[in-house]
């Protein structure tokens, strides 16, 4: 080879350098969802710092949990308390569609919360879809029933004398209540939906062993035009907790759902000490099942008003 064909075989390569060689693809650290408790519309870890695991069906960690105290159980009784006034005077339209905001938001998250129910209640994606699709559901149903729940309990009571005699049905309070331990979503939405829905402010204690859709749907409650402290989210052991609410002064009512038969004696003595209204345990063979107005009409008052029609003249009346 001459001197100046090796000259331009350099050059070449020189205009043409080797490919580098593909950088490695970095390994991402996993991120894990830090699950908080929900009261007065913030997100507090456990006042105890305690956490417990949360497991799955097959025993395979998914989560830490917060562990509430009974400290936590009496900061969301303040909460909810404070949040009552406001929101027992909204009208029974606005609750209606701050209910209905929340199946929009759950609807917009349906993807996590079918993953959350799989893992929580050991079903397949499909069972797990059809139970989230009913939860959803559910807050719709109870949305629409906001303005007319009046119309079926209340009304004009016929009396004998000159006299109106009116009932209203009114909201009982600050209510607290024991989420169902087997239905993580459907039955939480179930039993919250109804209390909420007429007026009260709730304290929910999640299911013990699997709390995390509960957790969740703090996130959508926050989101949704819920004032905070209308529903405040516990997580932990149901006993523990569940036993200062049910004794606590400023806890108006207590749904013993997720309680077995011996807690729930033991809570309805504790929550006699001022005559807290108790909904017992009942058992619930399909929670998809239309719920009807029970569970509504449980935590309601009802406030009767008599007022004089006047003298009464040839007509009957004195209008």
């Given at each position: 080879m001459s001197e100046k064909s090796e000259k331009v075989e350099k050059v070449e390569k020189a205009e043409k350098p080797e490919k580098a060689g593909k950088p490695e693809k970095a390994e991402r650290l996993s991120v894990f969802k830090t699950y908080k408790l929900y009261v007065g519309g913030k997100f507090p870890r456990s006042e105890s710092g305690r956490v417990y695991e949360v497991t799955d069906s097959k025993d395979d960690w998914l989560a830490n949990a917060p562990l509430a105290s009974r400290k936590d159980a009496r900061d969301a009784v303040v909460a909810a308390r404070k949040a009552f006034g406001a929101w027992s005077g909204a009208t029974a339209y606005n609750r209606g569609q701050i209910l209905y905001r929340v199946a929009e938001m759950l609807e917009g998250r349906r993807d996590q919360y079918v993953r959350e129910v799989a893992d929580a209640e050991g079903l397949s994606k499909s069972r797990a879809a059809a139970q989230v699709d009913a939860a959803i559901d559910r807050w719709v149903w109870y949305a629409g029933w906001t303005d007319k729940i009046a119309q079926v309990v209340g009304g004009s009571n016929p009396v004998a004398g000159p006299y109106f005699n009116l009932s209203s049905p009114e909201p009982t309070g600050v209510v607290a209540v024991l989420a169902p331990q087997e239905s993580s979503f459907l039955g939480l939405v179930s039993v919250v939906a109804p209390v909420i829905a007429t007026g009260n402010t709730a304290v929910v204690v999640a299911?013990?062993?699997?709390?995390?859709?509960?957790?969740?749907?703090?996130?959508?409650?926050?989101?949704?035009?819920?004032?905070?402290?209308?529903?405040?989210?516990?997580?932990?052991?149901?006993?523990?907790?569940?036993?200062?609410?049910?004794?606590?002064?400023?806890?108006?009512?207590?749904?013993?759902?997720?309680?077995?038969?011996?807690?729930?004696?033991?809570?309805?003595?504790?929550?006699?000490?001022?005559?807290?209204?108790?909904?017992?345990?009942?058992?619930?063979?399909?929670?998809?099942?239309?719920?009807?107005?029970?569970?509504?009409?449980?935590?309601?008052?009802?406030?009767?008003?008599?007022?004089?029609?006047?003298?009464?003249?040839?007509?009957?009346?004195?209008?």
């Open positions: 299911s013990e062993r699997s709390p995390l859709p509960a957790l969740s749907l703090g996130e959508v409650l926050a989101t949704s035009d819920l004032p905070g402290g209308v529903v405040n989210v516990l997580s932990g052991r149901t006993a523990e907790i569940a036993a200062p609410l049910a004794a606590h002064q400023d806890v108006n009512a207590i749904d013993l759902a997720g309680a077995d038969e011996a807690l729930a004696k033991e809570l309805e003595i504790a929550a006699a000490d001022n005559l807290k209204r108790v909904l017992r345990p009942q058992p619930v063979d399909d929670w998809s099942a239309t719920p009807g107005t029970d569970r509504m009409t449980a935590f309601l008052e009802t406030k009767t008003v008599w007022h004089p029609t006047g003298s009464l003249g040839a007509s009957g009346s004195a209008y």
